[in-house]
């Protein structure tokens, strides 16, 4: 099997805090780097219980970083921060699409929740559907016939995900009580799970159907209240409002994904 993994910095079990994401606290974000090394490890050997001569490739999609380098998995292969745009390496070689530590789209429930950047993005939608990380991503992926097959992070990133995708496996590791508060499994644990769910995962592969709807894809961006929409503009993006764009593309690479 050919496996491709995305990663972020808010979805591990004991991370529930923006702070504990960001380089301005950097002791803390240094242990939630080791918290999703060790889930993303746990998946890779998931997909090796599975298949032992697996290829496992993974992304490193938060945006300073998430994955401590000095614990990488020595049977897995990094793409590490640096200049990178859709598709993000991924293409129609690949088994399955994977996300490992995701957080919820913006809303009122979800654990650190927001939709790219927590800062400025009120939503996207695409052709109306309204969509987060994950749903942006897995249709990127689906647009290559790749299934995304496989999800971990909190009870509402879960249900999103199996919103778009019902045979969906995962983990969910922790329970959201707020935006920055959550129940959480212990790291061992929620490795344990996300190994289980992995290798769940990998067995399902031939009976999840990728996500996929047929383009053009019109996204609509709305920015947060005191936002600007003039880099869109600029962009050639289409005013809509003042605080809402519209990108209408054959590809879903051209959009914001």
């Not at 997909?47 to 490739?57: H, T, Y």
């Not at 640096?82 to 070689?93: T, V, W």
């Amino acid at each position: 099997m050919k496996i491709y993994i995305c990663t972020d910095l808010e979805g591990p079990a004991m991370i529930s805090t923006f702070a504990q994401t960001r380089d301005v606290t950097p002791e803390e974000k240094q242990r939630s780097e080791y918290f999703l090394t060790g889930e993303v490890n746990a998946a890779v050997d998931g997909i090796l219980d599975f298949d032992p001569a697996a290829e496992v490739i993974v992304w490193d999609g938060h945006g300073s970083g998430g994955i401590d380098h000095r614990g990488f998995h020595k049977q897995a292969k990094l793409i590490a921060r640096g200049p990178i745009r859709a598709p993000y390496y991924l293409d129609e070689s690949f088994d399955a699409f994977m996300f490992v530590g995701q957080h919820a789209m913006m809303g009122e429930r979800g654990v650190l929740c927001h939709t790219y950047s927590s800062k400025s993005i009120e939503y996207y939608k695409i052709n109306d559907i309204e969509m987060g990380e994950f749903g942006c991503r897995a249709l990127m992926a689906g647009t290559m016939g790749v299934p995304t097959t496989f999800v971990t992070g909190d009870d509402v990133t879960f249900e999103e995900a199996r919103d778009l995708i019902p045979n969906i496996a995962g983990a969910v590791v922790k329970t959201a009580l707020g935006r920055e508060l959550a129940i959480h499994l212990s790291h061992e644990a929620a490795c344990e799970l996300i190994r289980e769910q992995a290798r769940i995962a990998c067995e399902r592969t031939g009976d999840i159907q990728p996500y996929f709807f047929v383009g053009p894809y019109t996204q609509e961006i709305r920015v947060l209240e005191g936002g600007s929409i003039q880099g869109y503009l600029d962009r050639g993006a289409e005013f809509v409002d003042s605080r809402t764009v519209r990108i209408t593309s054959a590809n879903i690479c051209d959009l914001h994904v």
